[in-house]
């Protein structure tokens, strides 16, 4: 193949992202190239994404240069990736996760515990507000956007008390002194596939496909791929609280899936399910999936109106 073209967003973190698929094929002896690019997502910051789109105003662009020819691959946090790609599109590889845990970000307070009631903190995750909701009842919940930097930039400008962000992209831009606590899975229950970096192309790229598989990390891959199927199945977007996460045992044998379902209206209010199984191919992820949704239907989620 001629040089490769990855396509991807201009924030600092994205630039990360792509920096980082670039090396690694360039490590294989692939000639790589990035082209930058300004997404819908990244220019409205005055509105939730629940309301103007969601998740895919983050690729929209990027996949429009691939189906143009002007790149070959997009990097994505695989987080904002839409459960479902238009057609002709595919999802050709995931990497190894980083951590896939929420960080609480504060100047002031060491931990969720120690802010005071009424304290404002920061976040456009309807899943971090059902689940801080549910963790603390006492404190204002108010909208957050931006990239990375930029709501940084908004916490030390004293607009918060604290702010809760992706400990993922605070680890891979060097900024993991700004955290102050990870939560625990069991009590914030991370988006799924946070913290892993999918790599999308057009479908058709058969021998793109092939360049990218040695760059794939299986048991990463068949754990987003059940938390995936979770939020397919339930209408997964910017506009449904809903957390999936699953890991694999120490044998690397049982994936064990968590999720939770909140209503913001109705605060304190979650549905959790939670299930394991043997999993070592997509379609048993998928399964998994399937029995997780199950749980969470007969626990009454759905649809928030």
Not at 254 to 271: E, M, N, Q
Request: proline share 5%.
């Amino acid at each position: 193949m001629s040089q490769l073209i990855i396509a991807t967003r201009e924030s600092r973190l994205a630039l990360w992202q792509a920096q980082h698929v670039q090396s690694q094929l360039q490590a294989r002896g692939h000639q790589v190239g990035l082209l930058g690019m300004t997404t819908r997502g990244d220019q409205i910051l005055d509105r939730s994404l629940s309301k103007v789109g969601g998740k895919g105003l983050f690729v929209k662009e990027l996949e429009v240069a691939l189906e143009e020819g002007r790149a070959d691959l997009a990097v994505h946090s695989l987080k904002d990736v839409p459960m479902d790609l238009p057609e002709g599109f595919e999802l050709a590889c995931v990497m190894e996760r980083e951590d896939p845990r929420d960080a609480l970000v504060s100047n002031r307070f060491a931990s969720l515990a120690e802010l005071p009631a009424g304290s404002v903190v920061g976040t456009s995750s309807l899943r971090r507000v059902v689940l801080l909701q549910a963790l603390r009842p006492d404190l204002r919940i108010e909208p957050l956007r931006g990239n990375l930097d930029t709501r940084l930039r908004k916490l030390d400008d004293g607009q918060y008390e604290a702010i809760v962000l992706a400990a993922a992209g605070l680890h891979r831009l060097g900024l993991a002194g700004r955290i102050r606590a990870c939560f625990a899975p069991e009590d914030m229950l991370p988006a799924a596939g946070q913290g892993a970096l999918g790599i999308e192309i057009r479908s058709e790229r058969r021998e793109l496909a092939e360049a990218l598989a040695p760059l794939a990390h299986t048991p990463t891959w068949l754990a987003v791929a059940a938390e995936r199927a979770v939020s397919r199945a339930m209408g997964g977007s910017c506009s449904m609280p809903l957390a999936a996460h699953a890991r694999f045992d120490a044998q690397g044998q049982v994936l064990h899936l968590r999720a939770a379902w909140g209503d913001p209206a109705v605060p304190g209010r979650l549905v959790r399910a939670e299930a394991s199984a043997p999993v070592a191919a997509l379609a048993q992820a998928a399964a998994l999936g399937q029995a997780v949704v199950a749980q969470l239907r007969a626990g009454g989620a759905g649809p928030v109106q």
